[in-house]
């Protein structure tokens, strides 16, 4: 069983930074996705940033190309979400998740909810104006 735990979520003003970890454990082998979500009350979950540990190849939101670095401690197996340049509209509750069943995923599968088998808790991010 994966658990995923996330933390580093805070409240920051515009133009600040923050940097999420989510820690993970259970996985057995094999290469699989792990990704970053955020989620307002009353809207859909939406992808931000993935990343394939095949090659490390990752993906991101046309919404945070630039400002968000996805990365990943291999040693720890922890994710990381860098956030740089916070806009208000960045303010959402944040989940960690992975899918340890997909081979290759196109950017729009890999950043959707469908294919992701675990989840974290999630952080919550709050940037103010």
């Known amino acids: 069983q994966v658990v995923l735990v996330e933390s580093g979520g805070g409240s920051v003003q515009a133009g600040g930074s923050l940097r999420l970890s989510c820690a993970a454990s259970?996985?057995?082998?094999?290469?699989?996705?792990m990704a970053w979500f955020r989620q307002v009350p009353g809207n859909e979950r939406e992808g931000v940033a993935a990343?394939?540990?095949?090659?490390?190849?990752?993906y991101y939101a046309d919404s945070v190309k630039g400002r968000f670095t996805i990365s990943r401690h291999n040693a720890n197996n922890t994710l990381y979400l860098q956030m740089n340049s916070l806009k208000p509209e960045d303010t959402a509750m944040y989940y960690c998740?992975?899918?340890?069943?997909?081979?290759?995923?196109?950017?729009?599968?890999?950043?959707?909810?469908?294919?992701?088998?675990?989840w974290g808790q999630g952080t919550q991010v709050t940037v103010s104006s």
């Open positions: 998740a992975a899918d340890t069943l997909s081979p290759i995923l196109t950017a729009i599968q890999a950043l959707g909810t469908r294919v992701y088998n675990f």
């Open positions: 259970g996985f057995t082998s094999g290469t699989y996705y």
């Open positions: 990343i394939w540990t095949g090659d490390e190849r990752t």
